[in-house]
């Protein structure tokens, strides 16, 4: 009582001074004090009035930085209540004031879900408004921790959304800023570096599961490894899968071994939709298998190869079906060989089929049509990888025939091509041997012609002295 006393004491003059020397602040809310006349502004911001015990609460308005709500013209009492023209201290922070305070993680998703859970509040903001956070967030894995075990640990809103100031704890906070702001911690660009934050902290992960299963901490790392992280930062992909997109935003969990399809689906919607229609789909639900990373993988996810397929050593059919694993059979794994075979030849013969294309063209010959008809070879090799996801042989083994057909029909058109260009220089050499003969005939009929007033044959040219020399000469 003696502490809260003495603020007050220390308080009411700080405001007083600054109720008369500050200078006009920004528009506020309607009903509520301007910058210069609010209470909470003018006593928190005096830095010599906060010792160690209470540091904390030093907060001045230049610590707000780019939040996204003091932009917006939102203040302290918006986020806390209480009464912002009420210079005691205690009549200020009184409960009956609306005053909210923040004593415990487990306060945060209520705190900042008073406003954002409400929804003719956040129409102000936004014609619709997503007004669910908190209530996903209490479904999330992080929620249901903090909720049942009370571990202060678990990330809550300020973990992925920063503080909306900085303090005397830490003056370098930076707010809370736009999601689509570059600089955000929730920017898809940023999101799997904050996710490290706890997840990459062995310490801090040690320990913890999830169905009984370790949660582990090198996602991150396997993650950033990933044909998906590629994609971002190489390719600038922004749509590009990163952390929540698999596992959720505010209701974040792992996908369960039922729903992992349906996770990758949200992407890659034909592939899911050739799994679910299966028979697979039961066999891997039956052993416990979560579906797509069974063969692709989790978190490091690779580009897929042609040796994914097949019974080979990097062959992912192999980890099952050849030592019979989770009910595998040896008809599964004939099929597989078939199908990467078939995929094979096709390869080869596009391939080719290039090089054919590619020596008519340096030829000279008109070959454009055929070229571009190849590409429908190559959408055809595309389409059957896709449908090795029915694992059957004969869906694959259709699409396929469809891209044999086209390279037959290719390299024939290059053949002919070239056929025709041997056929050309073969008629040109053929038409210019009577021509070259017919230039000898001329140059020895011309030789033997006499030459005028002579008599004699030959040519003649004038010698130095003006005279004539060669068989005319005398």
């Known amino acids: 009582m003696k502490r809260l006393s003495a603020i007050s004491v220390i308080c009411f003059p700080a405001v007083l001074l600054g109720l008369l020397f500050t200078g006009a602040g920004r528009a506020p809310a309607a009903d509520a004090p301007a910058d210069d006349e609010n209470a909470c502004i003018i006593c928190h911001r ?7 015990d209470t540091r904390r609460f030093y907060v001045a308005d230049k610590h707000f930085g780019g939040d996204v709500h003091w932009r ?31 004593k415990s993680p487990a306060d945060v998703p209520g705190f900042c879900g008073h406003c954002h859970s409400d929804n003719e509040y956040m129409r102000q903001f936004e014609p619709s408004p997503r007004v669910d956070q908190e209530s996903q967030y209490w479904s999330s894995g992080h929620g249901q921790r903090l909720e049942q075990e009370n571990d202060d640990k678990v990330a809550t809103c300020t973990s992925c959304h920063h503080k909306p100031h900085g303090s005397g704890d830490d003056l370098e906070e930076p707010g809370i800023l736009a999601v689509d702001d570059q600089k955000s911690p929730v920017y898809p660009t940023k999101v799997a570096e904050t996710c490290k934050t706890c997840h990459a902290d062995s310490k801090l992960m040690t320990g913890r599961t ?29 749509s590009a899968p990163t952390c929540n997109d698999c596992h959720g935003n505010h209701g974040a969990l792992p996908p369960d071994v039922d729903s992992v399809a349906n996770a990758c689906g949200s992407c890659h919607t034909k592939v899911a939709q050739l799994f679910m229609q299966t028979q697979m789909q039961h066999r891997f639900q039956e052993a416990g298998l979560p579906g797509c990373v069974t063969c692709h993988g989790k978190h490091d996810i690779g580009s897929p190869t042609d040796e994914m397929l ?17 009910g595998a059979t040896p008809a599964g794994a004939t099929e597989a060989k078939e199908m990467r075979a078939s995929l094979d030849e096709l390869k080869t013969q596009i391939d080719d089929v290039k090089l054919l294309v590619s020596k008519a063209e340096r030829l000279g010959m008109e070959i454009s049509g055929p070229r571009f008809d190849l590409r429908k070879a190559n959408d055809a090799l595309t389409n059957a990888r896709t449908l090795i996801h029915t694992f059957a042989v004969d869906p694959v083994e259709e699409k396929l025939q469809e891209g044999f057909a086209v390279t037959a029909k290719v390299g024939k058109a290059a053949r002919e091509a070239l056929d025709d260009y041997t056929f050309r220089r073969v008629w ?32 003649s040219a004038p010698s130095a002295d003006g005279g004539e020399m060669g068989p005319a000469a005398e």
């Open 46 to 52: 005096e830095e010599d009035i906060w010792d160690k």
């Open 72 to 102: 917006a013209g939102l203040r302290c009492q918006d986020c806390h209540g209480g009464d912002p023209a009420e210079t005691d201290f205690r009549k200020a922070h009184a409960v009956d004031t609306g005053f909210r305070s923040v």
């Open 210 to 238: 999830y169905h009984g299963s370790p949660i582990g901490h090198d996602q991150y790392a396997e993650w950033r490894q990933s044909v998906h992280a590629k994609a971002m930062f190489e390719q600038d992909d922004l």
């Open 310 to 326: 097949g019974m080979g050593d990097s062959a992912v059919c192999a980890k099952c079906h050849r030592e019979g694993k989770f």
């Open 428 to 459: 040109l050499a053929a038409s210019l041997a009577p021509i070259l003969i017919v230039i000898v005939l001329l140059v020895f009929y011309i030789r033997s012609r006499p030459e005028p007033g002579t008599g004699r044959a030959g040519f």
